[in-house]
Nanobody, 121 residues
Framework: QVQLVESGGGLVQAGGSLRLSCAAS?????MGWFRQAAGKEREFVAS????????YYADSVKGRFTISRDNAKNTVYLQMNNLKPEDTAAYYCAADPSIITAQGPSQWRYWGQGTQVTVSS
């Protein structure tokens, strides 16, 4: 059964840090993170290739967020530093995109249930 389970969300003050984890029940060559704020569309945050050699980030998080993975644990991480109130959203783990650089939600096959991140000002 294909499962992606996110954890690590919570409430943090602006300028703080959080690390999200996504445990997968299978191995996927590419994995990613998306987020969806209330009333907005789901948007791409970051993605990573199997060996971590290729990573992609949304402009809004470059320099603040880092995606990484541990293939022995089938787990992908999102380290979020210098968080801002506009980072508040439900964060979703995704796997198995149609193309390497896929940034549209419809291009990703598997999804987790999401974890909420709230950044207070």
């Amino acid at each position: 059964q294909v499962q992606l389970v996110e954890s690590g969300g919570g409430l943090v003050q602006a300028g703080g840090s959080l690390r999200l984890s996504c445990a997968a029940s299978f191995s996927s060559r590419f994995m990613g993170w998306f987020r969806q704020a209330a009333g907005k569309e789901r948007e791409f945050v970051a993605s990573i290739s199997w060996n971590g050699g290729s990573t992609y980030y949304a402009d809004s998080v470059k320099g603040r967020f880092t995606i990484s993975r541990d293939n022995a644990k089938n787990t992908v991480y999102l380290q979020m530093n210098n968080l801002k109130p506009e980072d508040t959203a439900a964060y979703y783990c995704a796997a198995d995109p149609s193309i390497i650089t896929a940034q549209g939600p419809s291009q990703w096959r598997y999804w987790g249930q999401g974890t909420q991140v709230t950044v207070s000002s």
